[in-house]
Every structure is written in C-alpha cells, then in structure tokens.
C-alpha cells in the first residue's frame, strides 16, 4: 500500500486507489486574521483619505453635522438643516446671480460629472473611441464638467494616438449614449478635446427684451441669450461696421438689441448712434427715435417704449413715432452733440 503524501506546502489529494495518478495542488498559507483585518482597515483609510481630498466641502458637511449629532443633538442639527435650507432659499431668491456662481453651477457640475462617470465606459466602448491595446481596453481620461441648463461642458484627454477626428467621427454616438440632443467636439489644447453636450435647446423659444443694464459695458453690452443659455455679450469699438448678413438673418434684432443697452450712454451724451437711408440701415427706422430723445432724456423707459412701438411699427409697415400714434413728426435739422458714434452697414 503506497503511502498518502499530506503536508501543507505540498499536499497530495487523498485518493485510497493505489494505483491513481497523484494530483499536487498548491501551496496553502494560512494567513492570520489579525494581517487581514488590519489589510482591510488600511484600505478603508485610504477610500476615506481619497473621498475627503477629492470632496473637501461634502466631508467638512458630514464632520460637522456628526460632531453636531453627538455634541447637542438630534433637534440642534434639525434647526440647522432648516436654517440652511431657509438661508439657500432666501439667496437664490433675492441674489440669483451670485447663488448661481458660487452653488447652482458648481452642484449641476458635481451631478452632472456623476451622471457622465457613471456611463463613462461602457459609452466610450461602444462608441469607439475606447482603443484596444495589448489585450487591454484604454478608455480617453474624463476631466472637469461644467454644466449649465443647458448644455455640459466635458473636457476629455485623449490616449496617445487619438486625434478630435476620431470623437468627431463618432459625435452622434457620444450624443445618444449621455442622452443628450447634440454633441460638438472642439479642441482644446494637444492631446484634450471639450465635448459640448446640448442637453435642451435654448432658443426654442423667443427671447424677449433684455432689461436695461443699470451700468453697462461698451465691451460686454448684453443683446441676446447664446445656445448654453448665459447673456450673450458684444465688444463695441469706435466705429462698429456689420459688413453683411441675409435678410432675416436677424441683424435688426442685434442692431435693436445693442441700442437698446447704450441707453445710459446715450442719456449721459457719451453714444450717439447715426441712422441713415431706410434702404442701407434697418436703424434708420427709429430715427425719430433718436432725434426725439432729448425730451425723453430725464426718463430711460420713457425710450423703452418708443423703441418697442417703432420695432412693432417697422413690422406692421407703419412707422413708429415717439408717442406710439404710428405718426412721424418732421425732422429736426439740429444734431445732436453726442460725441461717440456707432456705424453700421449691412
């Protein structure tokens, strides 16, 4: 009878047939439970080190509403929370602007950069972009996300060796993948592209009149909305020229829209804006406008509204005139001591 090799580096199976092949398997090391407890707690360690760098303000949030818990309460930390919410609301309410810089954009960018990580890769590899190599799928780097209403910005580094054609080429796919309307690849620097994600279209429908800015800007006048959504903003020089544009391509509404933010600069007497023949300028229809404006200097919406009469006039083919009655008074041969000038030509 041939004896049963056992022993824990080299163990043969037992088998009582004599005369069967001997099977080894490998060696067994019994490890303690001590090393892998503390295995295990050197890892979560390390995933709480990483979550507290990558999520600074989250975790203070959660240190704090713990220490709060432990220290005065539960109630405490119930008055808390309803007094933040309270405080939130108050300032979206009373100040959107500044809430939508410093907590609206940056909480729709963190949702937003989950939203993408979660479908990251198995997007990128049934779009194509994600290389095979070596055996080894090698998926483009997601970067920073910034999200508005409407669109997401995505900045992506490449793998070595992808080019924005390669995105570009497969744009349609990376739309219907995220769920998203439309995709635009730009370049952004060597080897990173921003991917922009149209979420909902923006200019569906009509925008109305921008308000007045209180103090504008000559090199950010607001005239319009642009496709993410935010104001968009035009740099007017000392002599501004529209060299072409096809009818209806909307000119009058920028026209209309930038004389419309230079109020304040016309009431001071820094703008004056000349209106030409109604046959090589859209503003010559509100010349009225312009030449009447001297009595209305003392009151801004007093302007508003005949510009709006005359817009509305130029569309029902009737001219407008300062008091809306769709008259036109004659002309003042007077010019107007305005000093800054805009020109266009269309």
């Avoid at 939130?88 to 940056?106: D, E, I, K, M, N």
């Avoid at 994600?130 to 970067?143: D, F, M, S």
């Avoid at 504008?216 to 006048?221: E, I, M, Q, R």
């Amino acid at each position: 009878m041939r004896r049963v090799v056992t022993g824990e580096e080299l163990a043969q199976l037992y088998n009582p047939d004599p005369f069967a092949m001997p099977r080894w398997r490998a060696p067994v090391y019994r490890t303690p439970f001590g090393i892998i407890l503390v295995a295990k707690l050197v890892k979560l360690l390390g995933w709480l080190v990483r979550m507290i760098a990558r999520h600074p303000l989250a975790a203070s949030i959660l240190a704090a509403a713990a220490v709060t818990w432990v220290k005065l309460g539960w109630v405490t930390l119930v008055a808390l929370v309803l007094a933040a919410i309270v405080t939130l609301t108050v300032w979206r309410w009373f100040w959107p602007v500044s809430f939508a810089r410093w907590v609206g954009r940056p909480a729709r960018g963190t949702w937003r950069a989950w939203c993408y990580r979660r479908r990251w890769a198995a997007v990128m590899a049934i779009a194509g972009v994600a290389p095979w190599y070596q055996g080894r799928t090698l998926l483009p780097v997601l970067g920073k996300v910034t999200a508005t209403r409407y669109v997401d910005r995505v900045q992506v580094r490449l793998v070595s060796g992808q080019a924005a054609a390669d995105f570009a080429d497969h744009a349609e796919n990376l739309a219907h993948g995220f769920r998203a309307l439309l995709c635009r690849v730009r370049t952004a620097r060597s080897g990173a592209v921003v991917l922009e994600f149209i979420r909902r279209d923006a200019l569906a429908v009509p925008v109305p009149a921008l308000p007045i800015p209180a103090n504008p800007d000559l090199k950010a006048l607001p005239v319009g909305r642009r496709e993410d959504g935010l104001p968009w903003l035009v740099k007017l020089h000392g002599t501004h020229v529209l060299i072409a544009g096809a009818t209806g391509a909307g000119k009058a509404s920028l026209l209309w829209g930038l004389v419309r933010a230079m109020f304040p600069f016309m009431q001071t007497g820094l703008v004056r804006v000349l209106a030409a023949d109604p046959k090589l300028m859209e503003l010559a229809y509100g010349r009225v406008i312009f030449e009447s404006y001297g009595s209305y200097a003392a009151d801004p919406a007093a302007i508003a509204v005949m510009l709006d009469a005359a817009v509305a006039g130029c569309r029902t083919g009737v001219a407008g005139s300062p008091d809306g009655s769709g008259s036109t008074p004659p002309r003042s041969p007077t010019r107007s001591p305005w000093s800054w000038s805009t020109r266009w030509r269309s």
